[in-house]
T-cell receptor
């Protein structure tokens, strides 16, 4: 039972354009949402997060949007750069700090 | 700080052999997590510890898997006997957790790529 779903396994975007990565969740007890970025042969690294009391959090080129009623979040990268090419994992946690990850979306930014 | 350190980076073993993966968390972190990454299921939580005590091992696939955390600076994940379907990348992560605090995410190690032939 996948509680966190990333339905797009891959995404290609031109350099300079916007990348939008989507994520859906099913567990209404999740109250904190995170995005991780993973390069080949490395562990995932924390990118950005959002609390369930907010609907938007911005950090430089990265913005995460949360729609609680739809149980949907998205990560926007503007402008996209070739160095952003990586696998992006959506994740969610509740009060017990247990973090549930999605299956990942591989982003390719084309120069 | 050197971050979360996992060893070995790569492990190739024959089916039926025992495999032990090792992890050294970040000093001062009180929670440790073992994850497995596969194409089909992404990152699956196998087990996590808080203050060296196993809190949730519901993700451990079967009795062939066991994990220990004898002290705050060391943990092992053991597979005995190993099977080809155990082939995956195994990640260890650590964090500092306090009740009521927001989750600011984990720090992951570089992973151990396990191949069982």
């Amino acid at each position: 039972d996948q509680q966190v779903k990333q339905n797009s396994p891959s995404l290609s975007v031109q350099e300079g354009r916007i990348s939008i990565l989507n994520c859906d969740y099913t567990n209404s007890m999740f109250d904190y949402f995170l995005w991780y970025k993973k390069y080949p042969a490395e562990g995932p690294t924390f990118l950005i997060s959002i609390s369930s009391i907010k609907d938007k959090n911005e950090d430089g080129r990265f913005t995460v949007f949360l729609n609680k009623s739809a149980k949907h979040l998205s990560l926007h990268i503007v402008p996209s750069q070739p160095g952003d090419s990586a696998v992006y994992f959506c994740a969610a946690s509740g009060m017990n700090q247990k973090v549930t990850f999605g299956t990942g979306t591989k982003l390719q930014v084309i120069p | 700080d050197a971050g979360v350190i996992q060893s070995p980076r790569h492990e190739v073993t024959e089916m039926g052999q025992e495999v032990t993966l090792r992890c050294k968390p970040i000093s001062g972190h009180n929670s440790l997590f073992w994850y497995r990454q596969t194409m089909m299921r992404g990152l699956e939580l196998l087990i996590y510890f808080n203050n060296n005590v196993p809190i949730d091992d519901s993700g451990m696939p079967e009795d062939r898997f066991s994990a220990k955390m004898p002290n705050a600076s060391f943990s092992t994940l053991k597979i005995q006997p190993s099977e080809p379907r155990d082939s995956a990348v195994y990640f260890c992560a650590s964090s500092f957790f306090s009740v009521g605090a927001s989750s600011y995410g984990y720090t992951f190690g570089s992973g151990t790529r396990l191949t069982v032939v």
